[in-house]
């Protein structure tokens, strides 16, 4: 199950990319996601975590998107829509990201989707 999370992964990020291209001058893709590096959904979230990067690594090995780095920058949701909101907003906010993995958990997914709309990101999940 984790490799076909990993090949839906890599077709996702490598088509949402595509799809955004970069502008001129950067030198990488950066790509947020979210994780429960706290709460009760941890082993949960760390197989998950291990899958993004994993794809990551097997996008950049093979040249990136369009000569980009793919880099992930990491936020803690901690299995708390409140936590989950903060984390969404630092990556759109701080990091303008146009792409977010996670989160896991459908009310984190359910809290964050209003804003990441409102802001034009795409978020990629996978429920439980």
Known sequence: MNRLITIILVVVIASVGLMLGCTKGEIELKIGATACLTGKLVNISKSIQNGVELAAEEINKKGGIEGKKIRL????????????????????????????????????????????????????????
């Open 73 to 128: 920058v990491w936020e803690d949701e901690g299995d708390n829509p409140q936590k989950a909101v903060s984390a969404i907003q630092k990556l759109i906010n701080i990091h303008h990201v146009p792409v977010i993995v996670g989160p896991i958990s459908s009310s984190s997914v359910m809290a964050v989707a209003p804003i990441a709309n409102r802001a034009k990101v795409v978020v990629l999940s996978r429920e439980q």
